[in-house]
Nanobody
Framework: QVQLVESGGGLVQPGGSLRLSCVASGSLFRVNVMGWYRQAPGKQRELVAVISRSYITNYADSVKGRFTIIRDNAKNTVNLQMKSLQPEDTAVYYC?????????WGQGTQVTVSS
């Protein structure tokens, strides 16, 4: 079992920045990929960014150049630095982990981009 706890969401104006944090606990030694997904109202959950244990990253085209995913294997954290936020980035953001033992999700944190 893996437990994921997110923090850092909130309300930000267009063009602003936010940093999301996710702390993992539990059986982590077999976790391979960690990342962030988001779900906007009325839409399906979508990938934002993922990072492997060896720090290989993959980003959604819509966030490339604006978001940065950072993983610290020693601290069991994965953070998402978001800049130049736009209203279309408004969503609930979920931390995710994947490995041979399964896929796990955090409870989600709301990000709202609005003036």
């Amino acid at each position: 079992q893996v437990q994921l706890v997110e923090s850092g969401g909130g309300l930000v104006q267009p063009g602003g920045s936010l940093r999301l944090s996710c702390v993992a606990s539990g059986s982590l030694f077999r976790v391979n990929v960690m990342g962030w997904y988001r779900q906007a109202p009325g839409k399906q959950r979508e990938l934002v960014a993922v990072i492997s244990r060896s720090y290989i990253t993959n980003y959604a085209d819509s966030v490339k150049g604006r978001f940065t995913i950072i993983r610290d294997n020693a601290k069991n954290t994965v953070n998402l630095q978001m800049k130049s936020l736009q209203p279309e980035d408004t969503a609930v953001y979920y931390c995710n982990s994947r490995g041979p033992d399964g896929t796990y999700w955090g409870q989600g944190t709301q990000v709202t981009v609005s003036s």
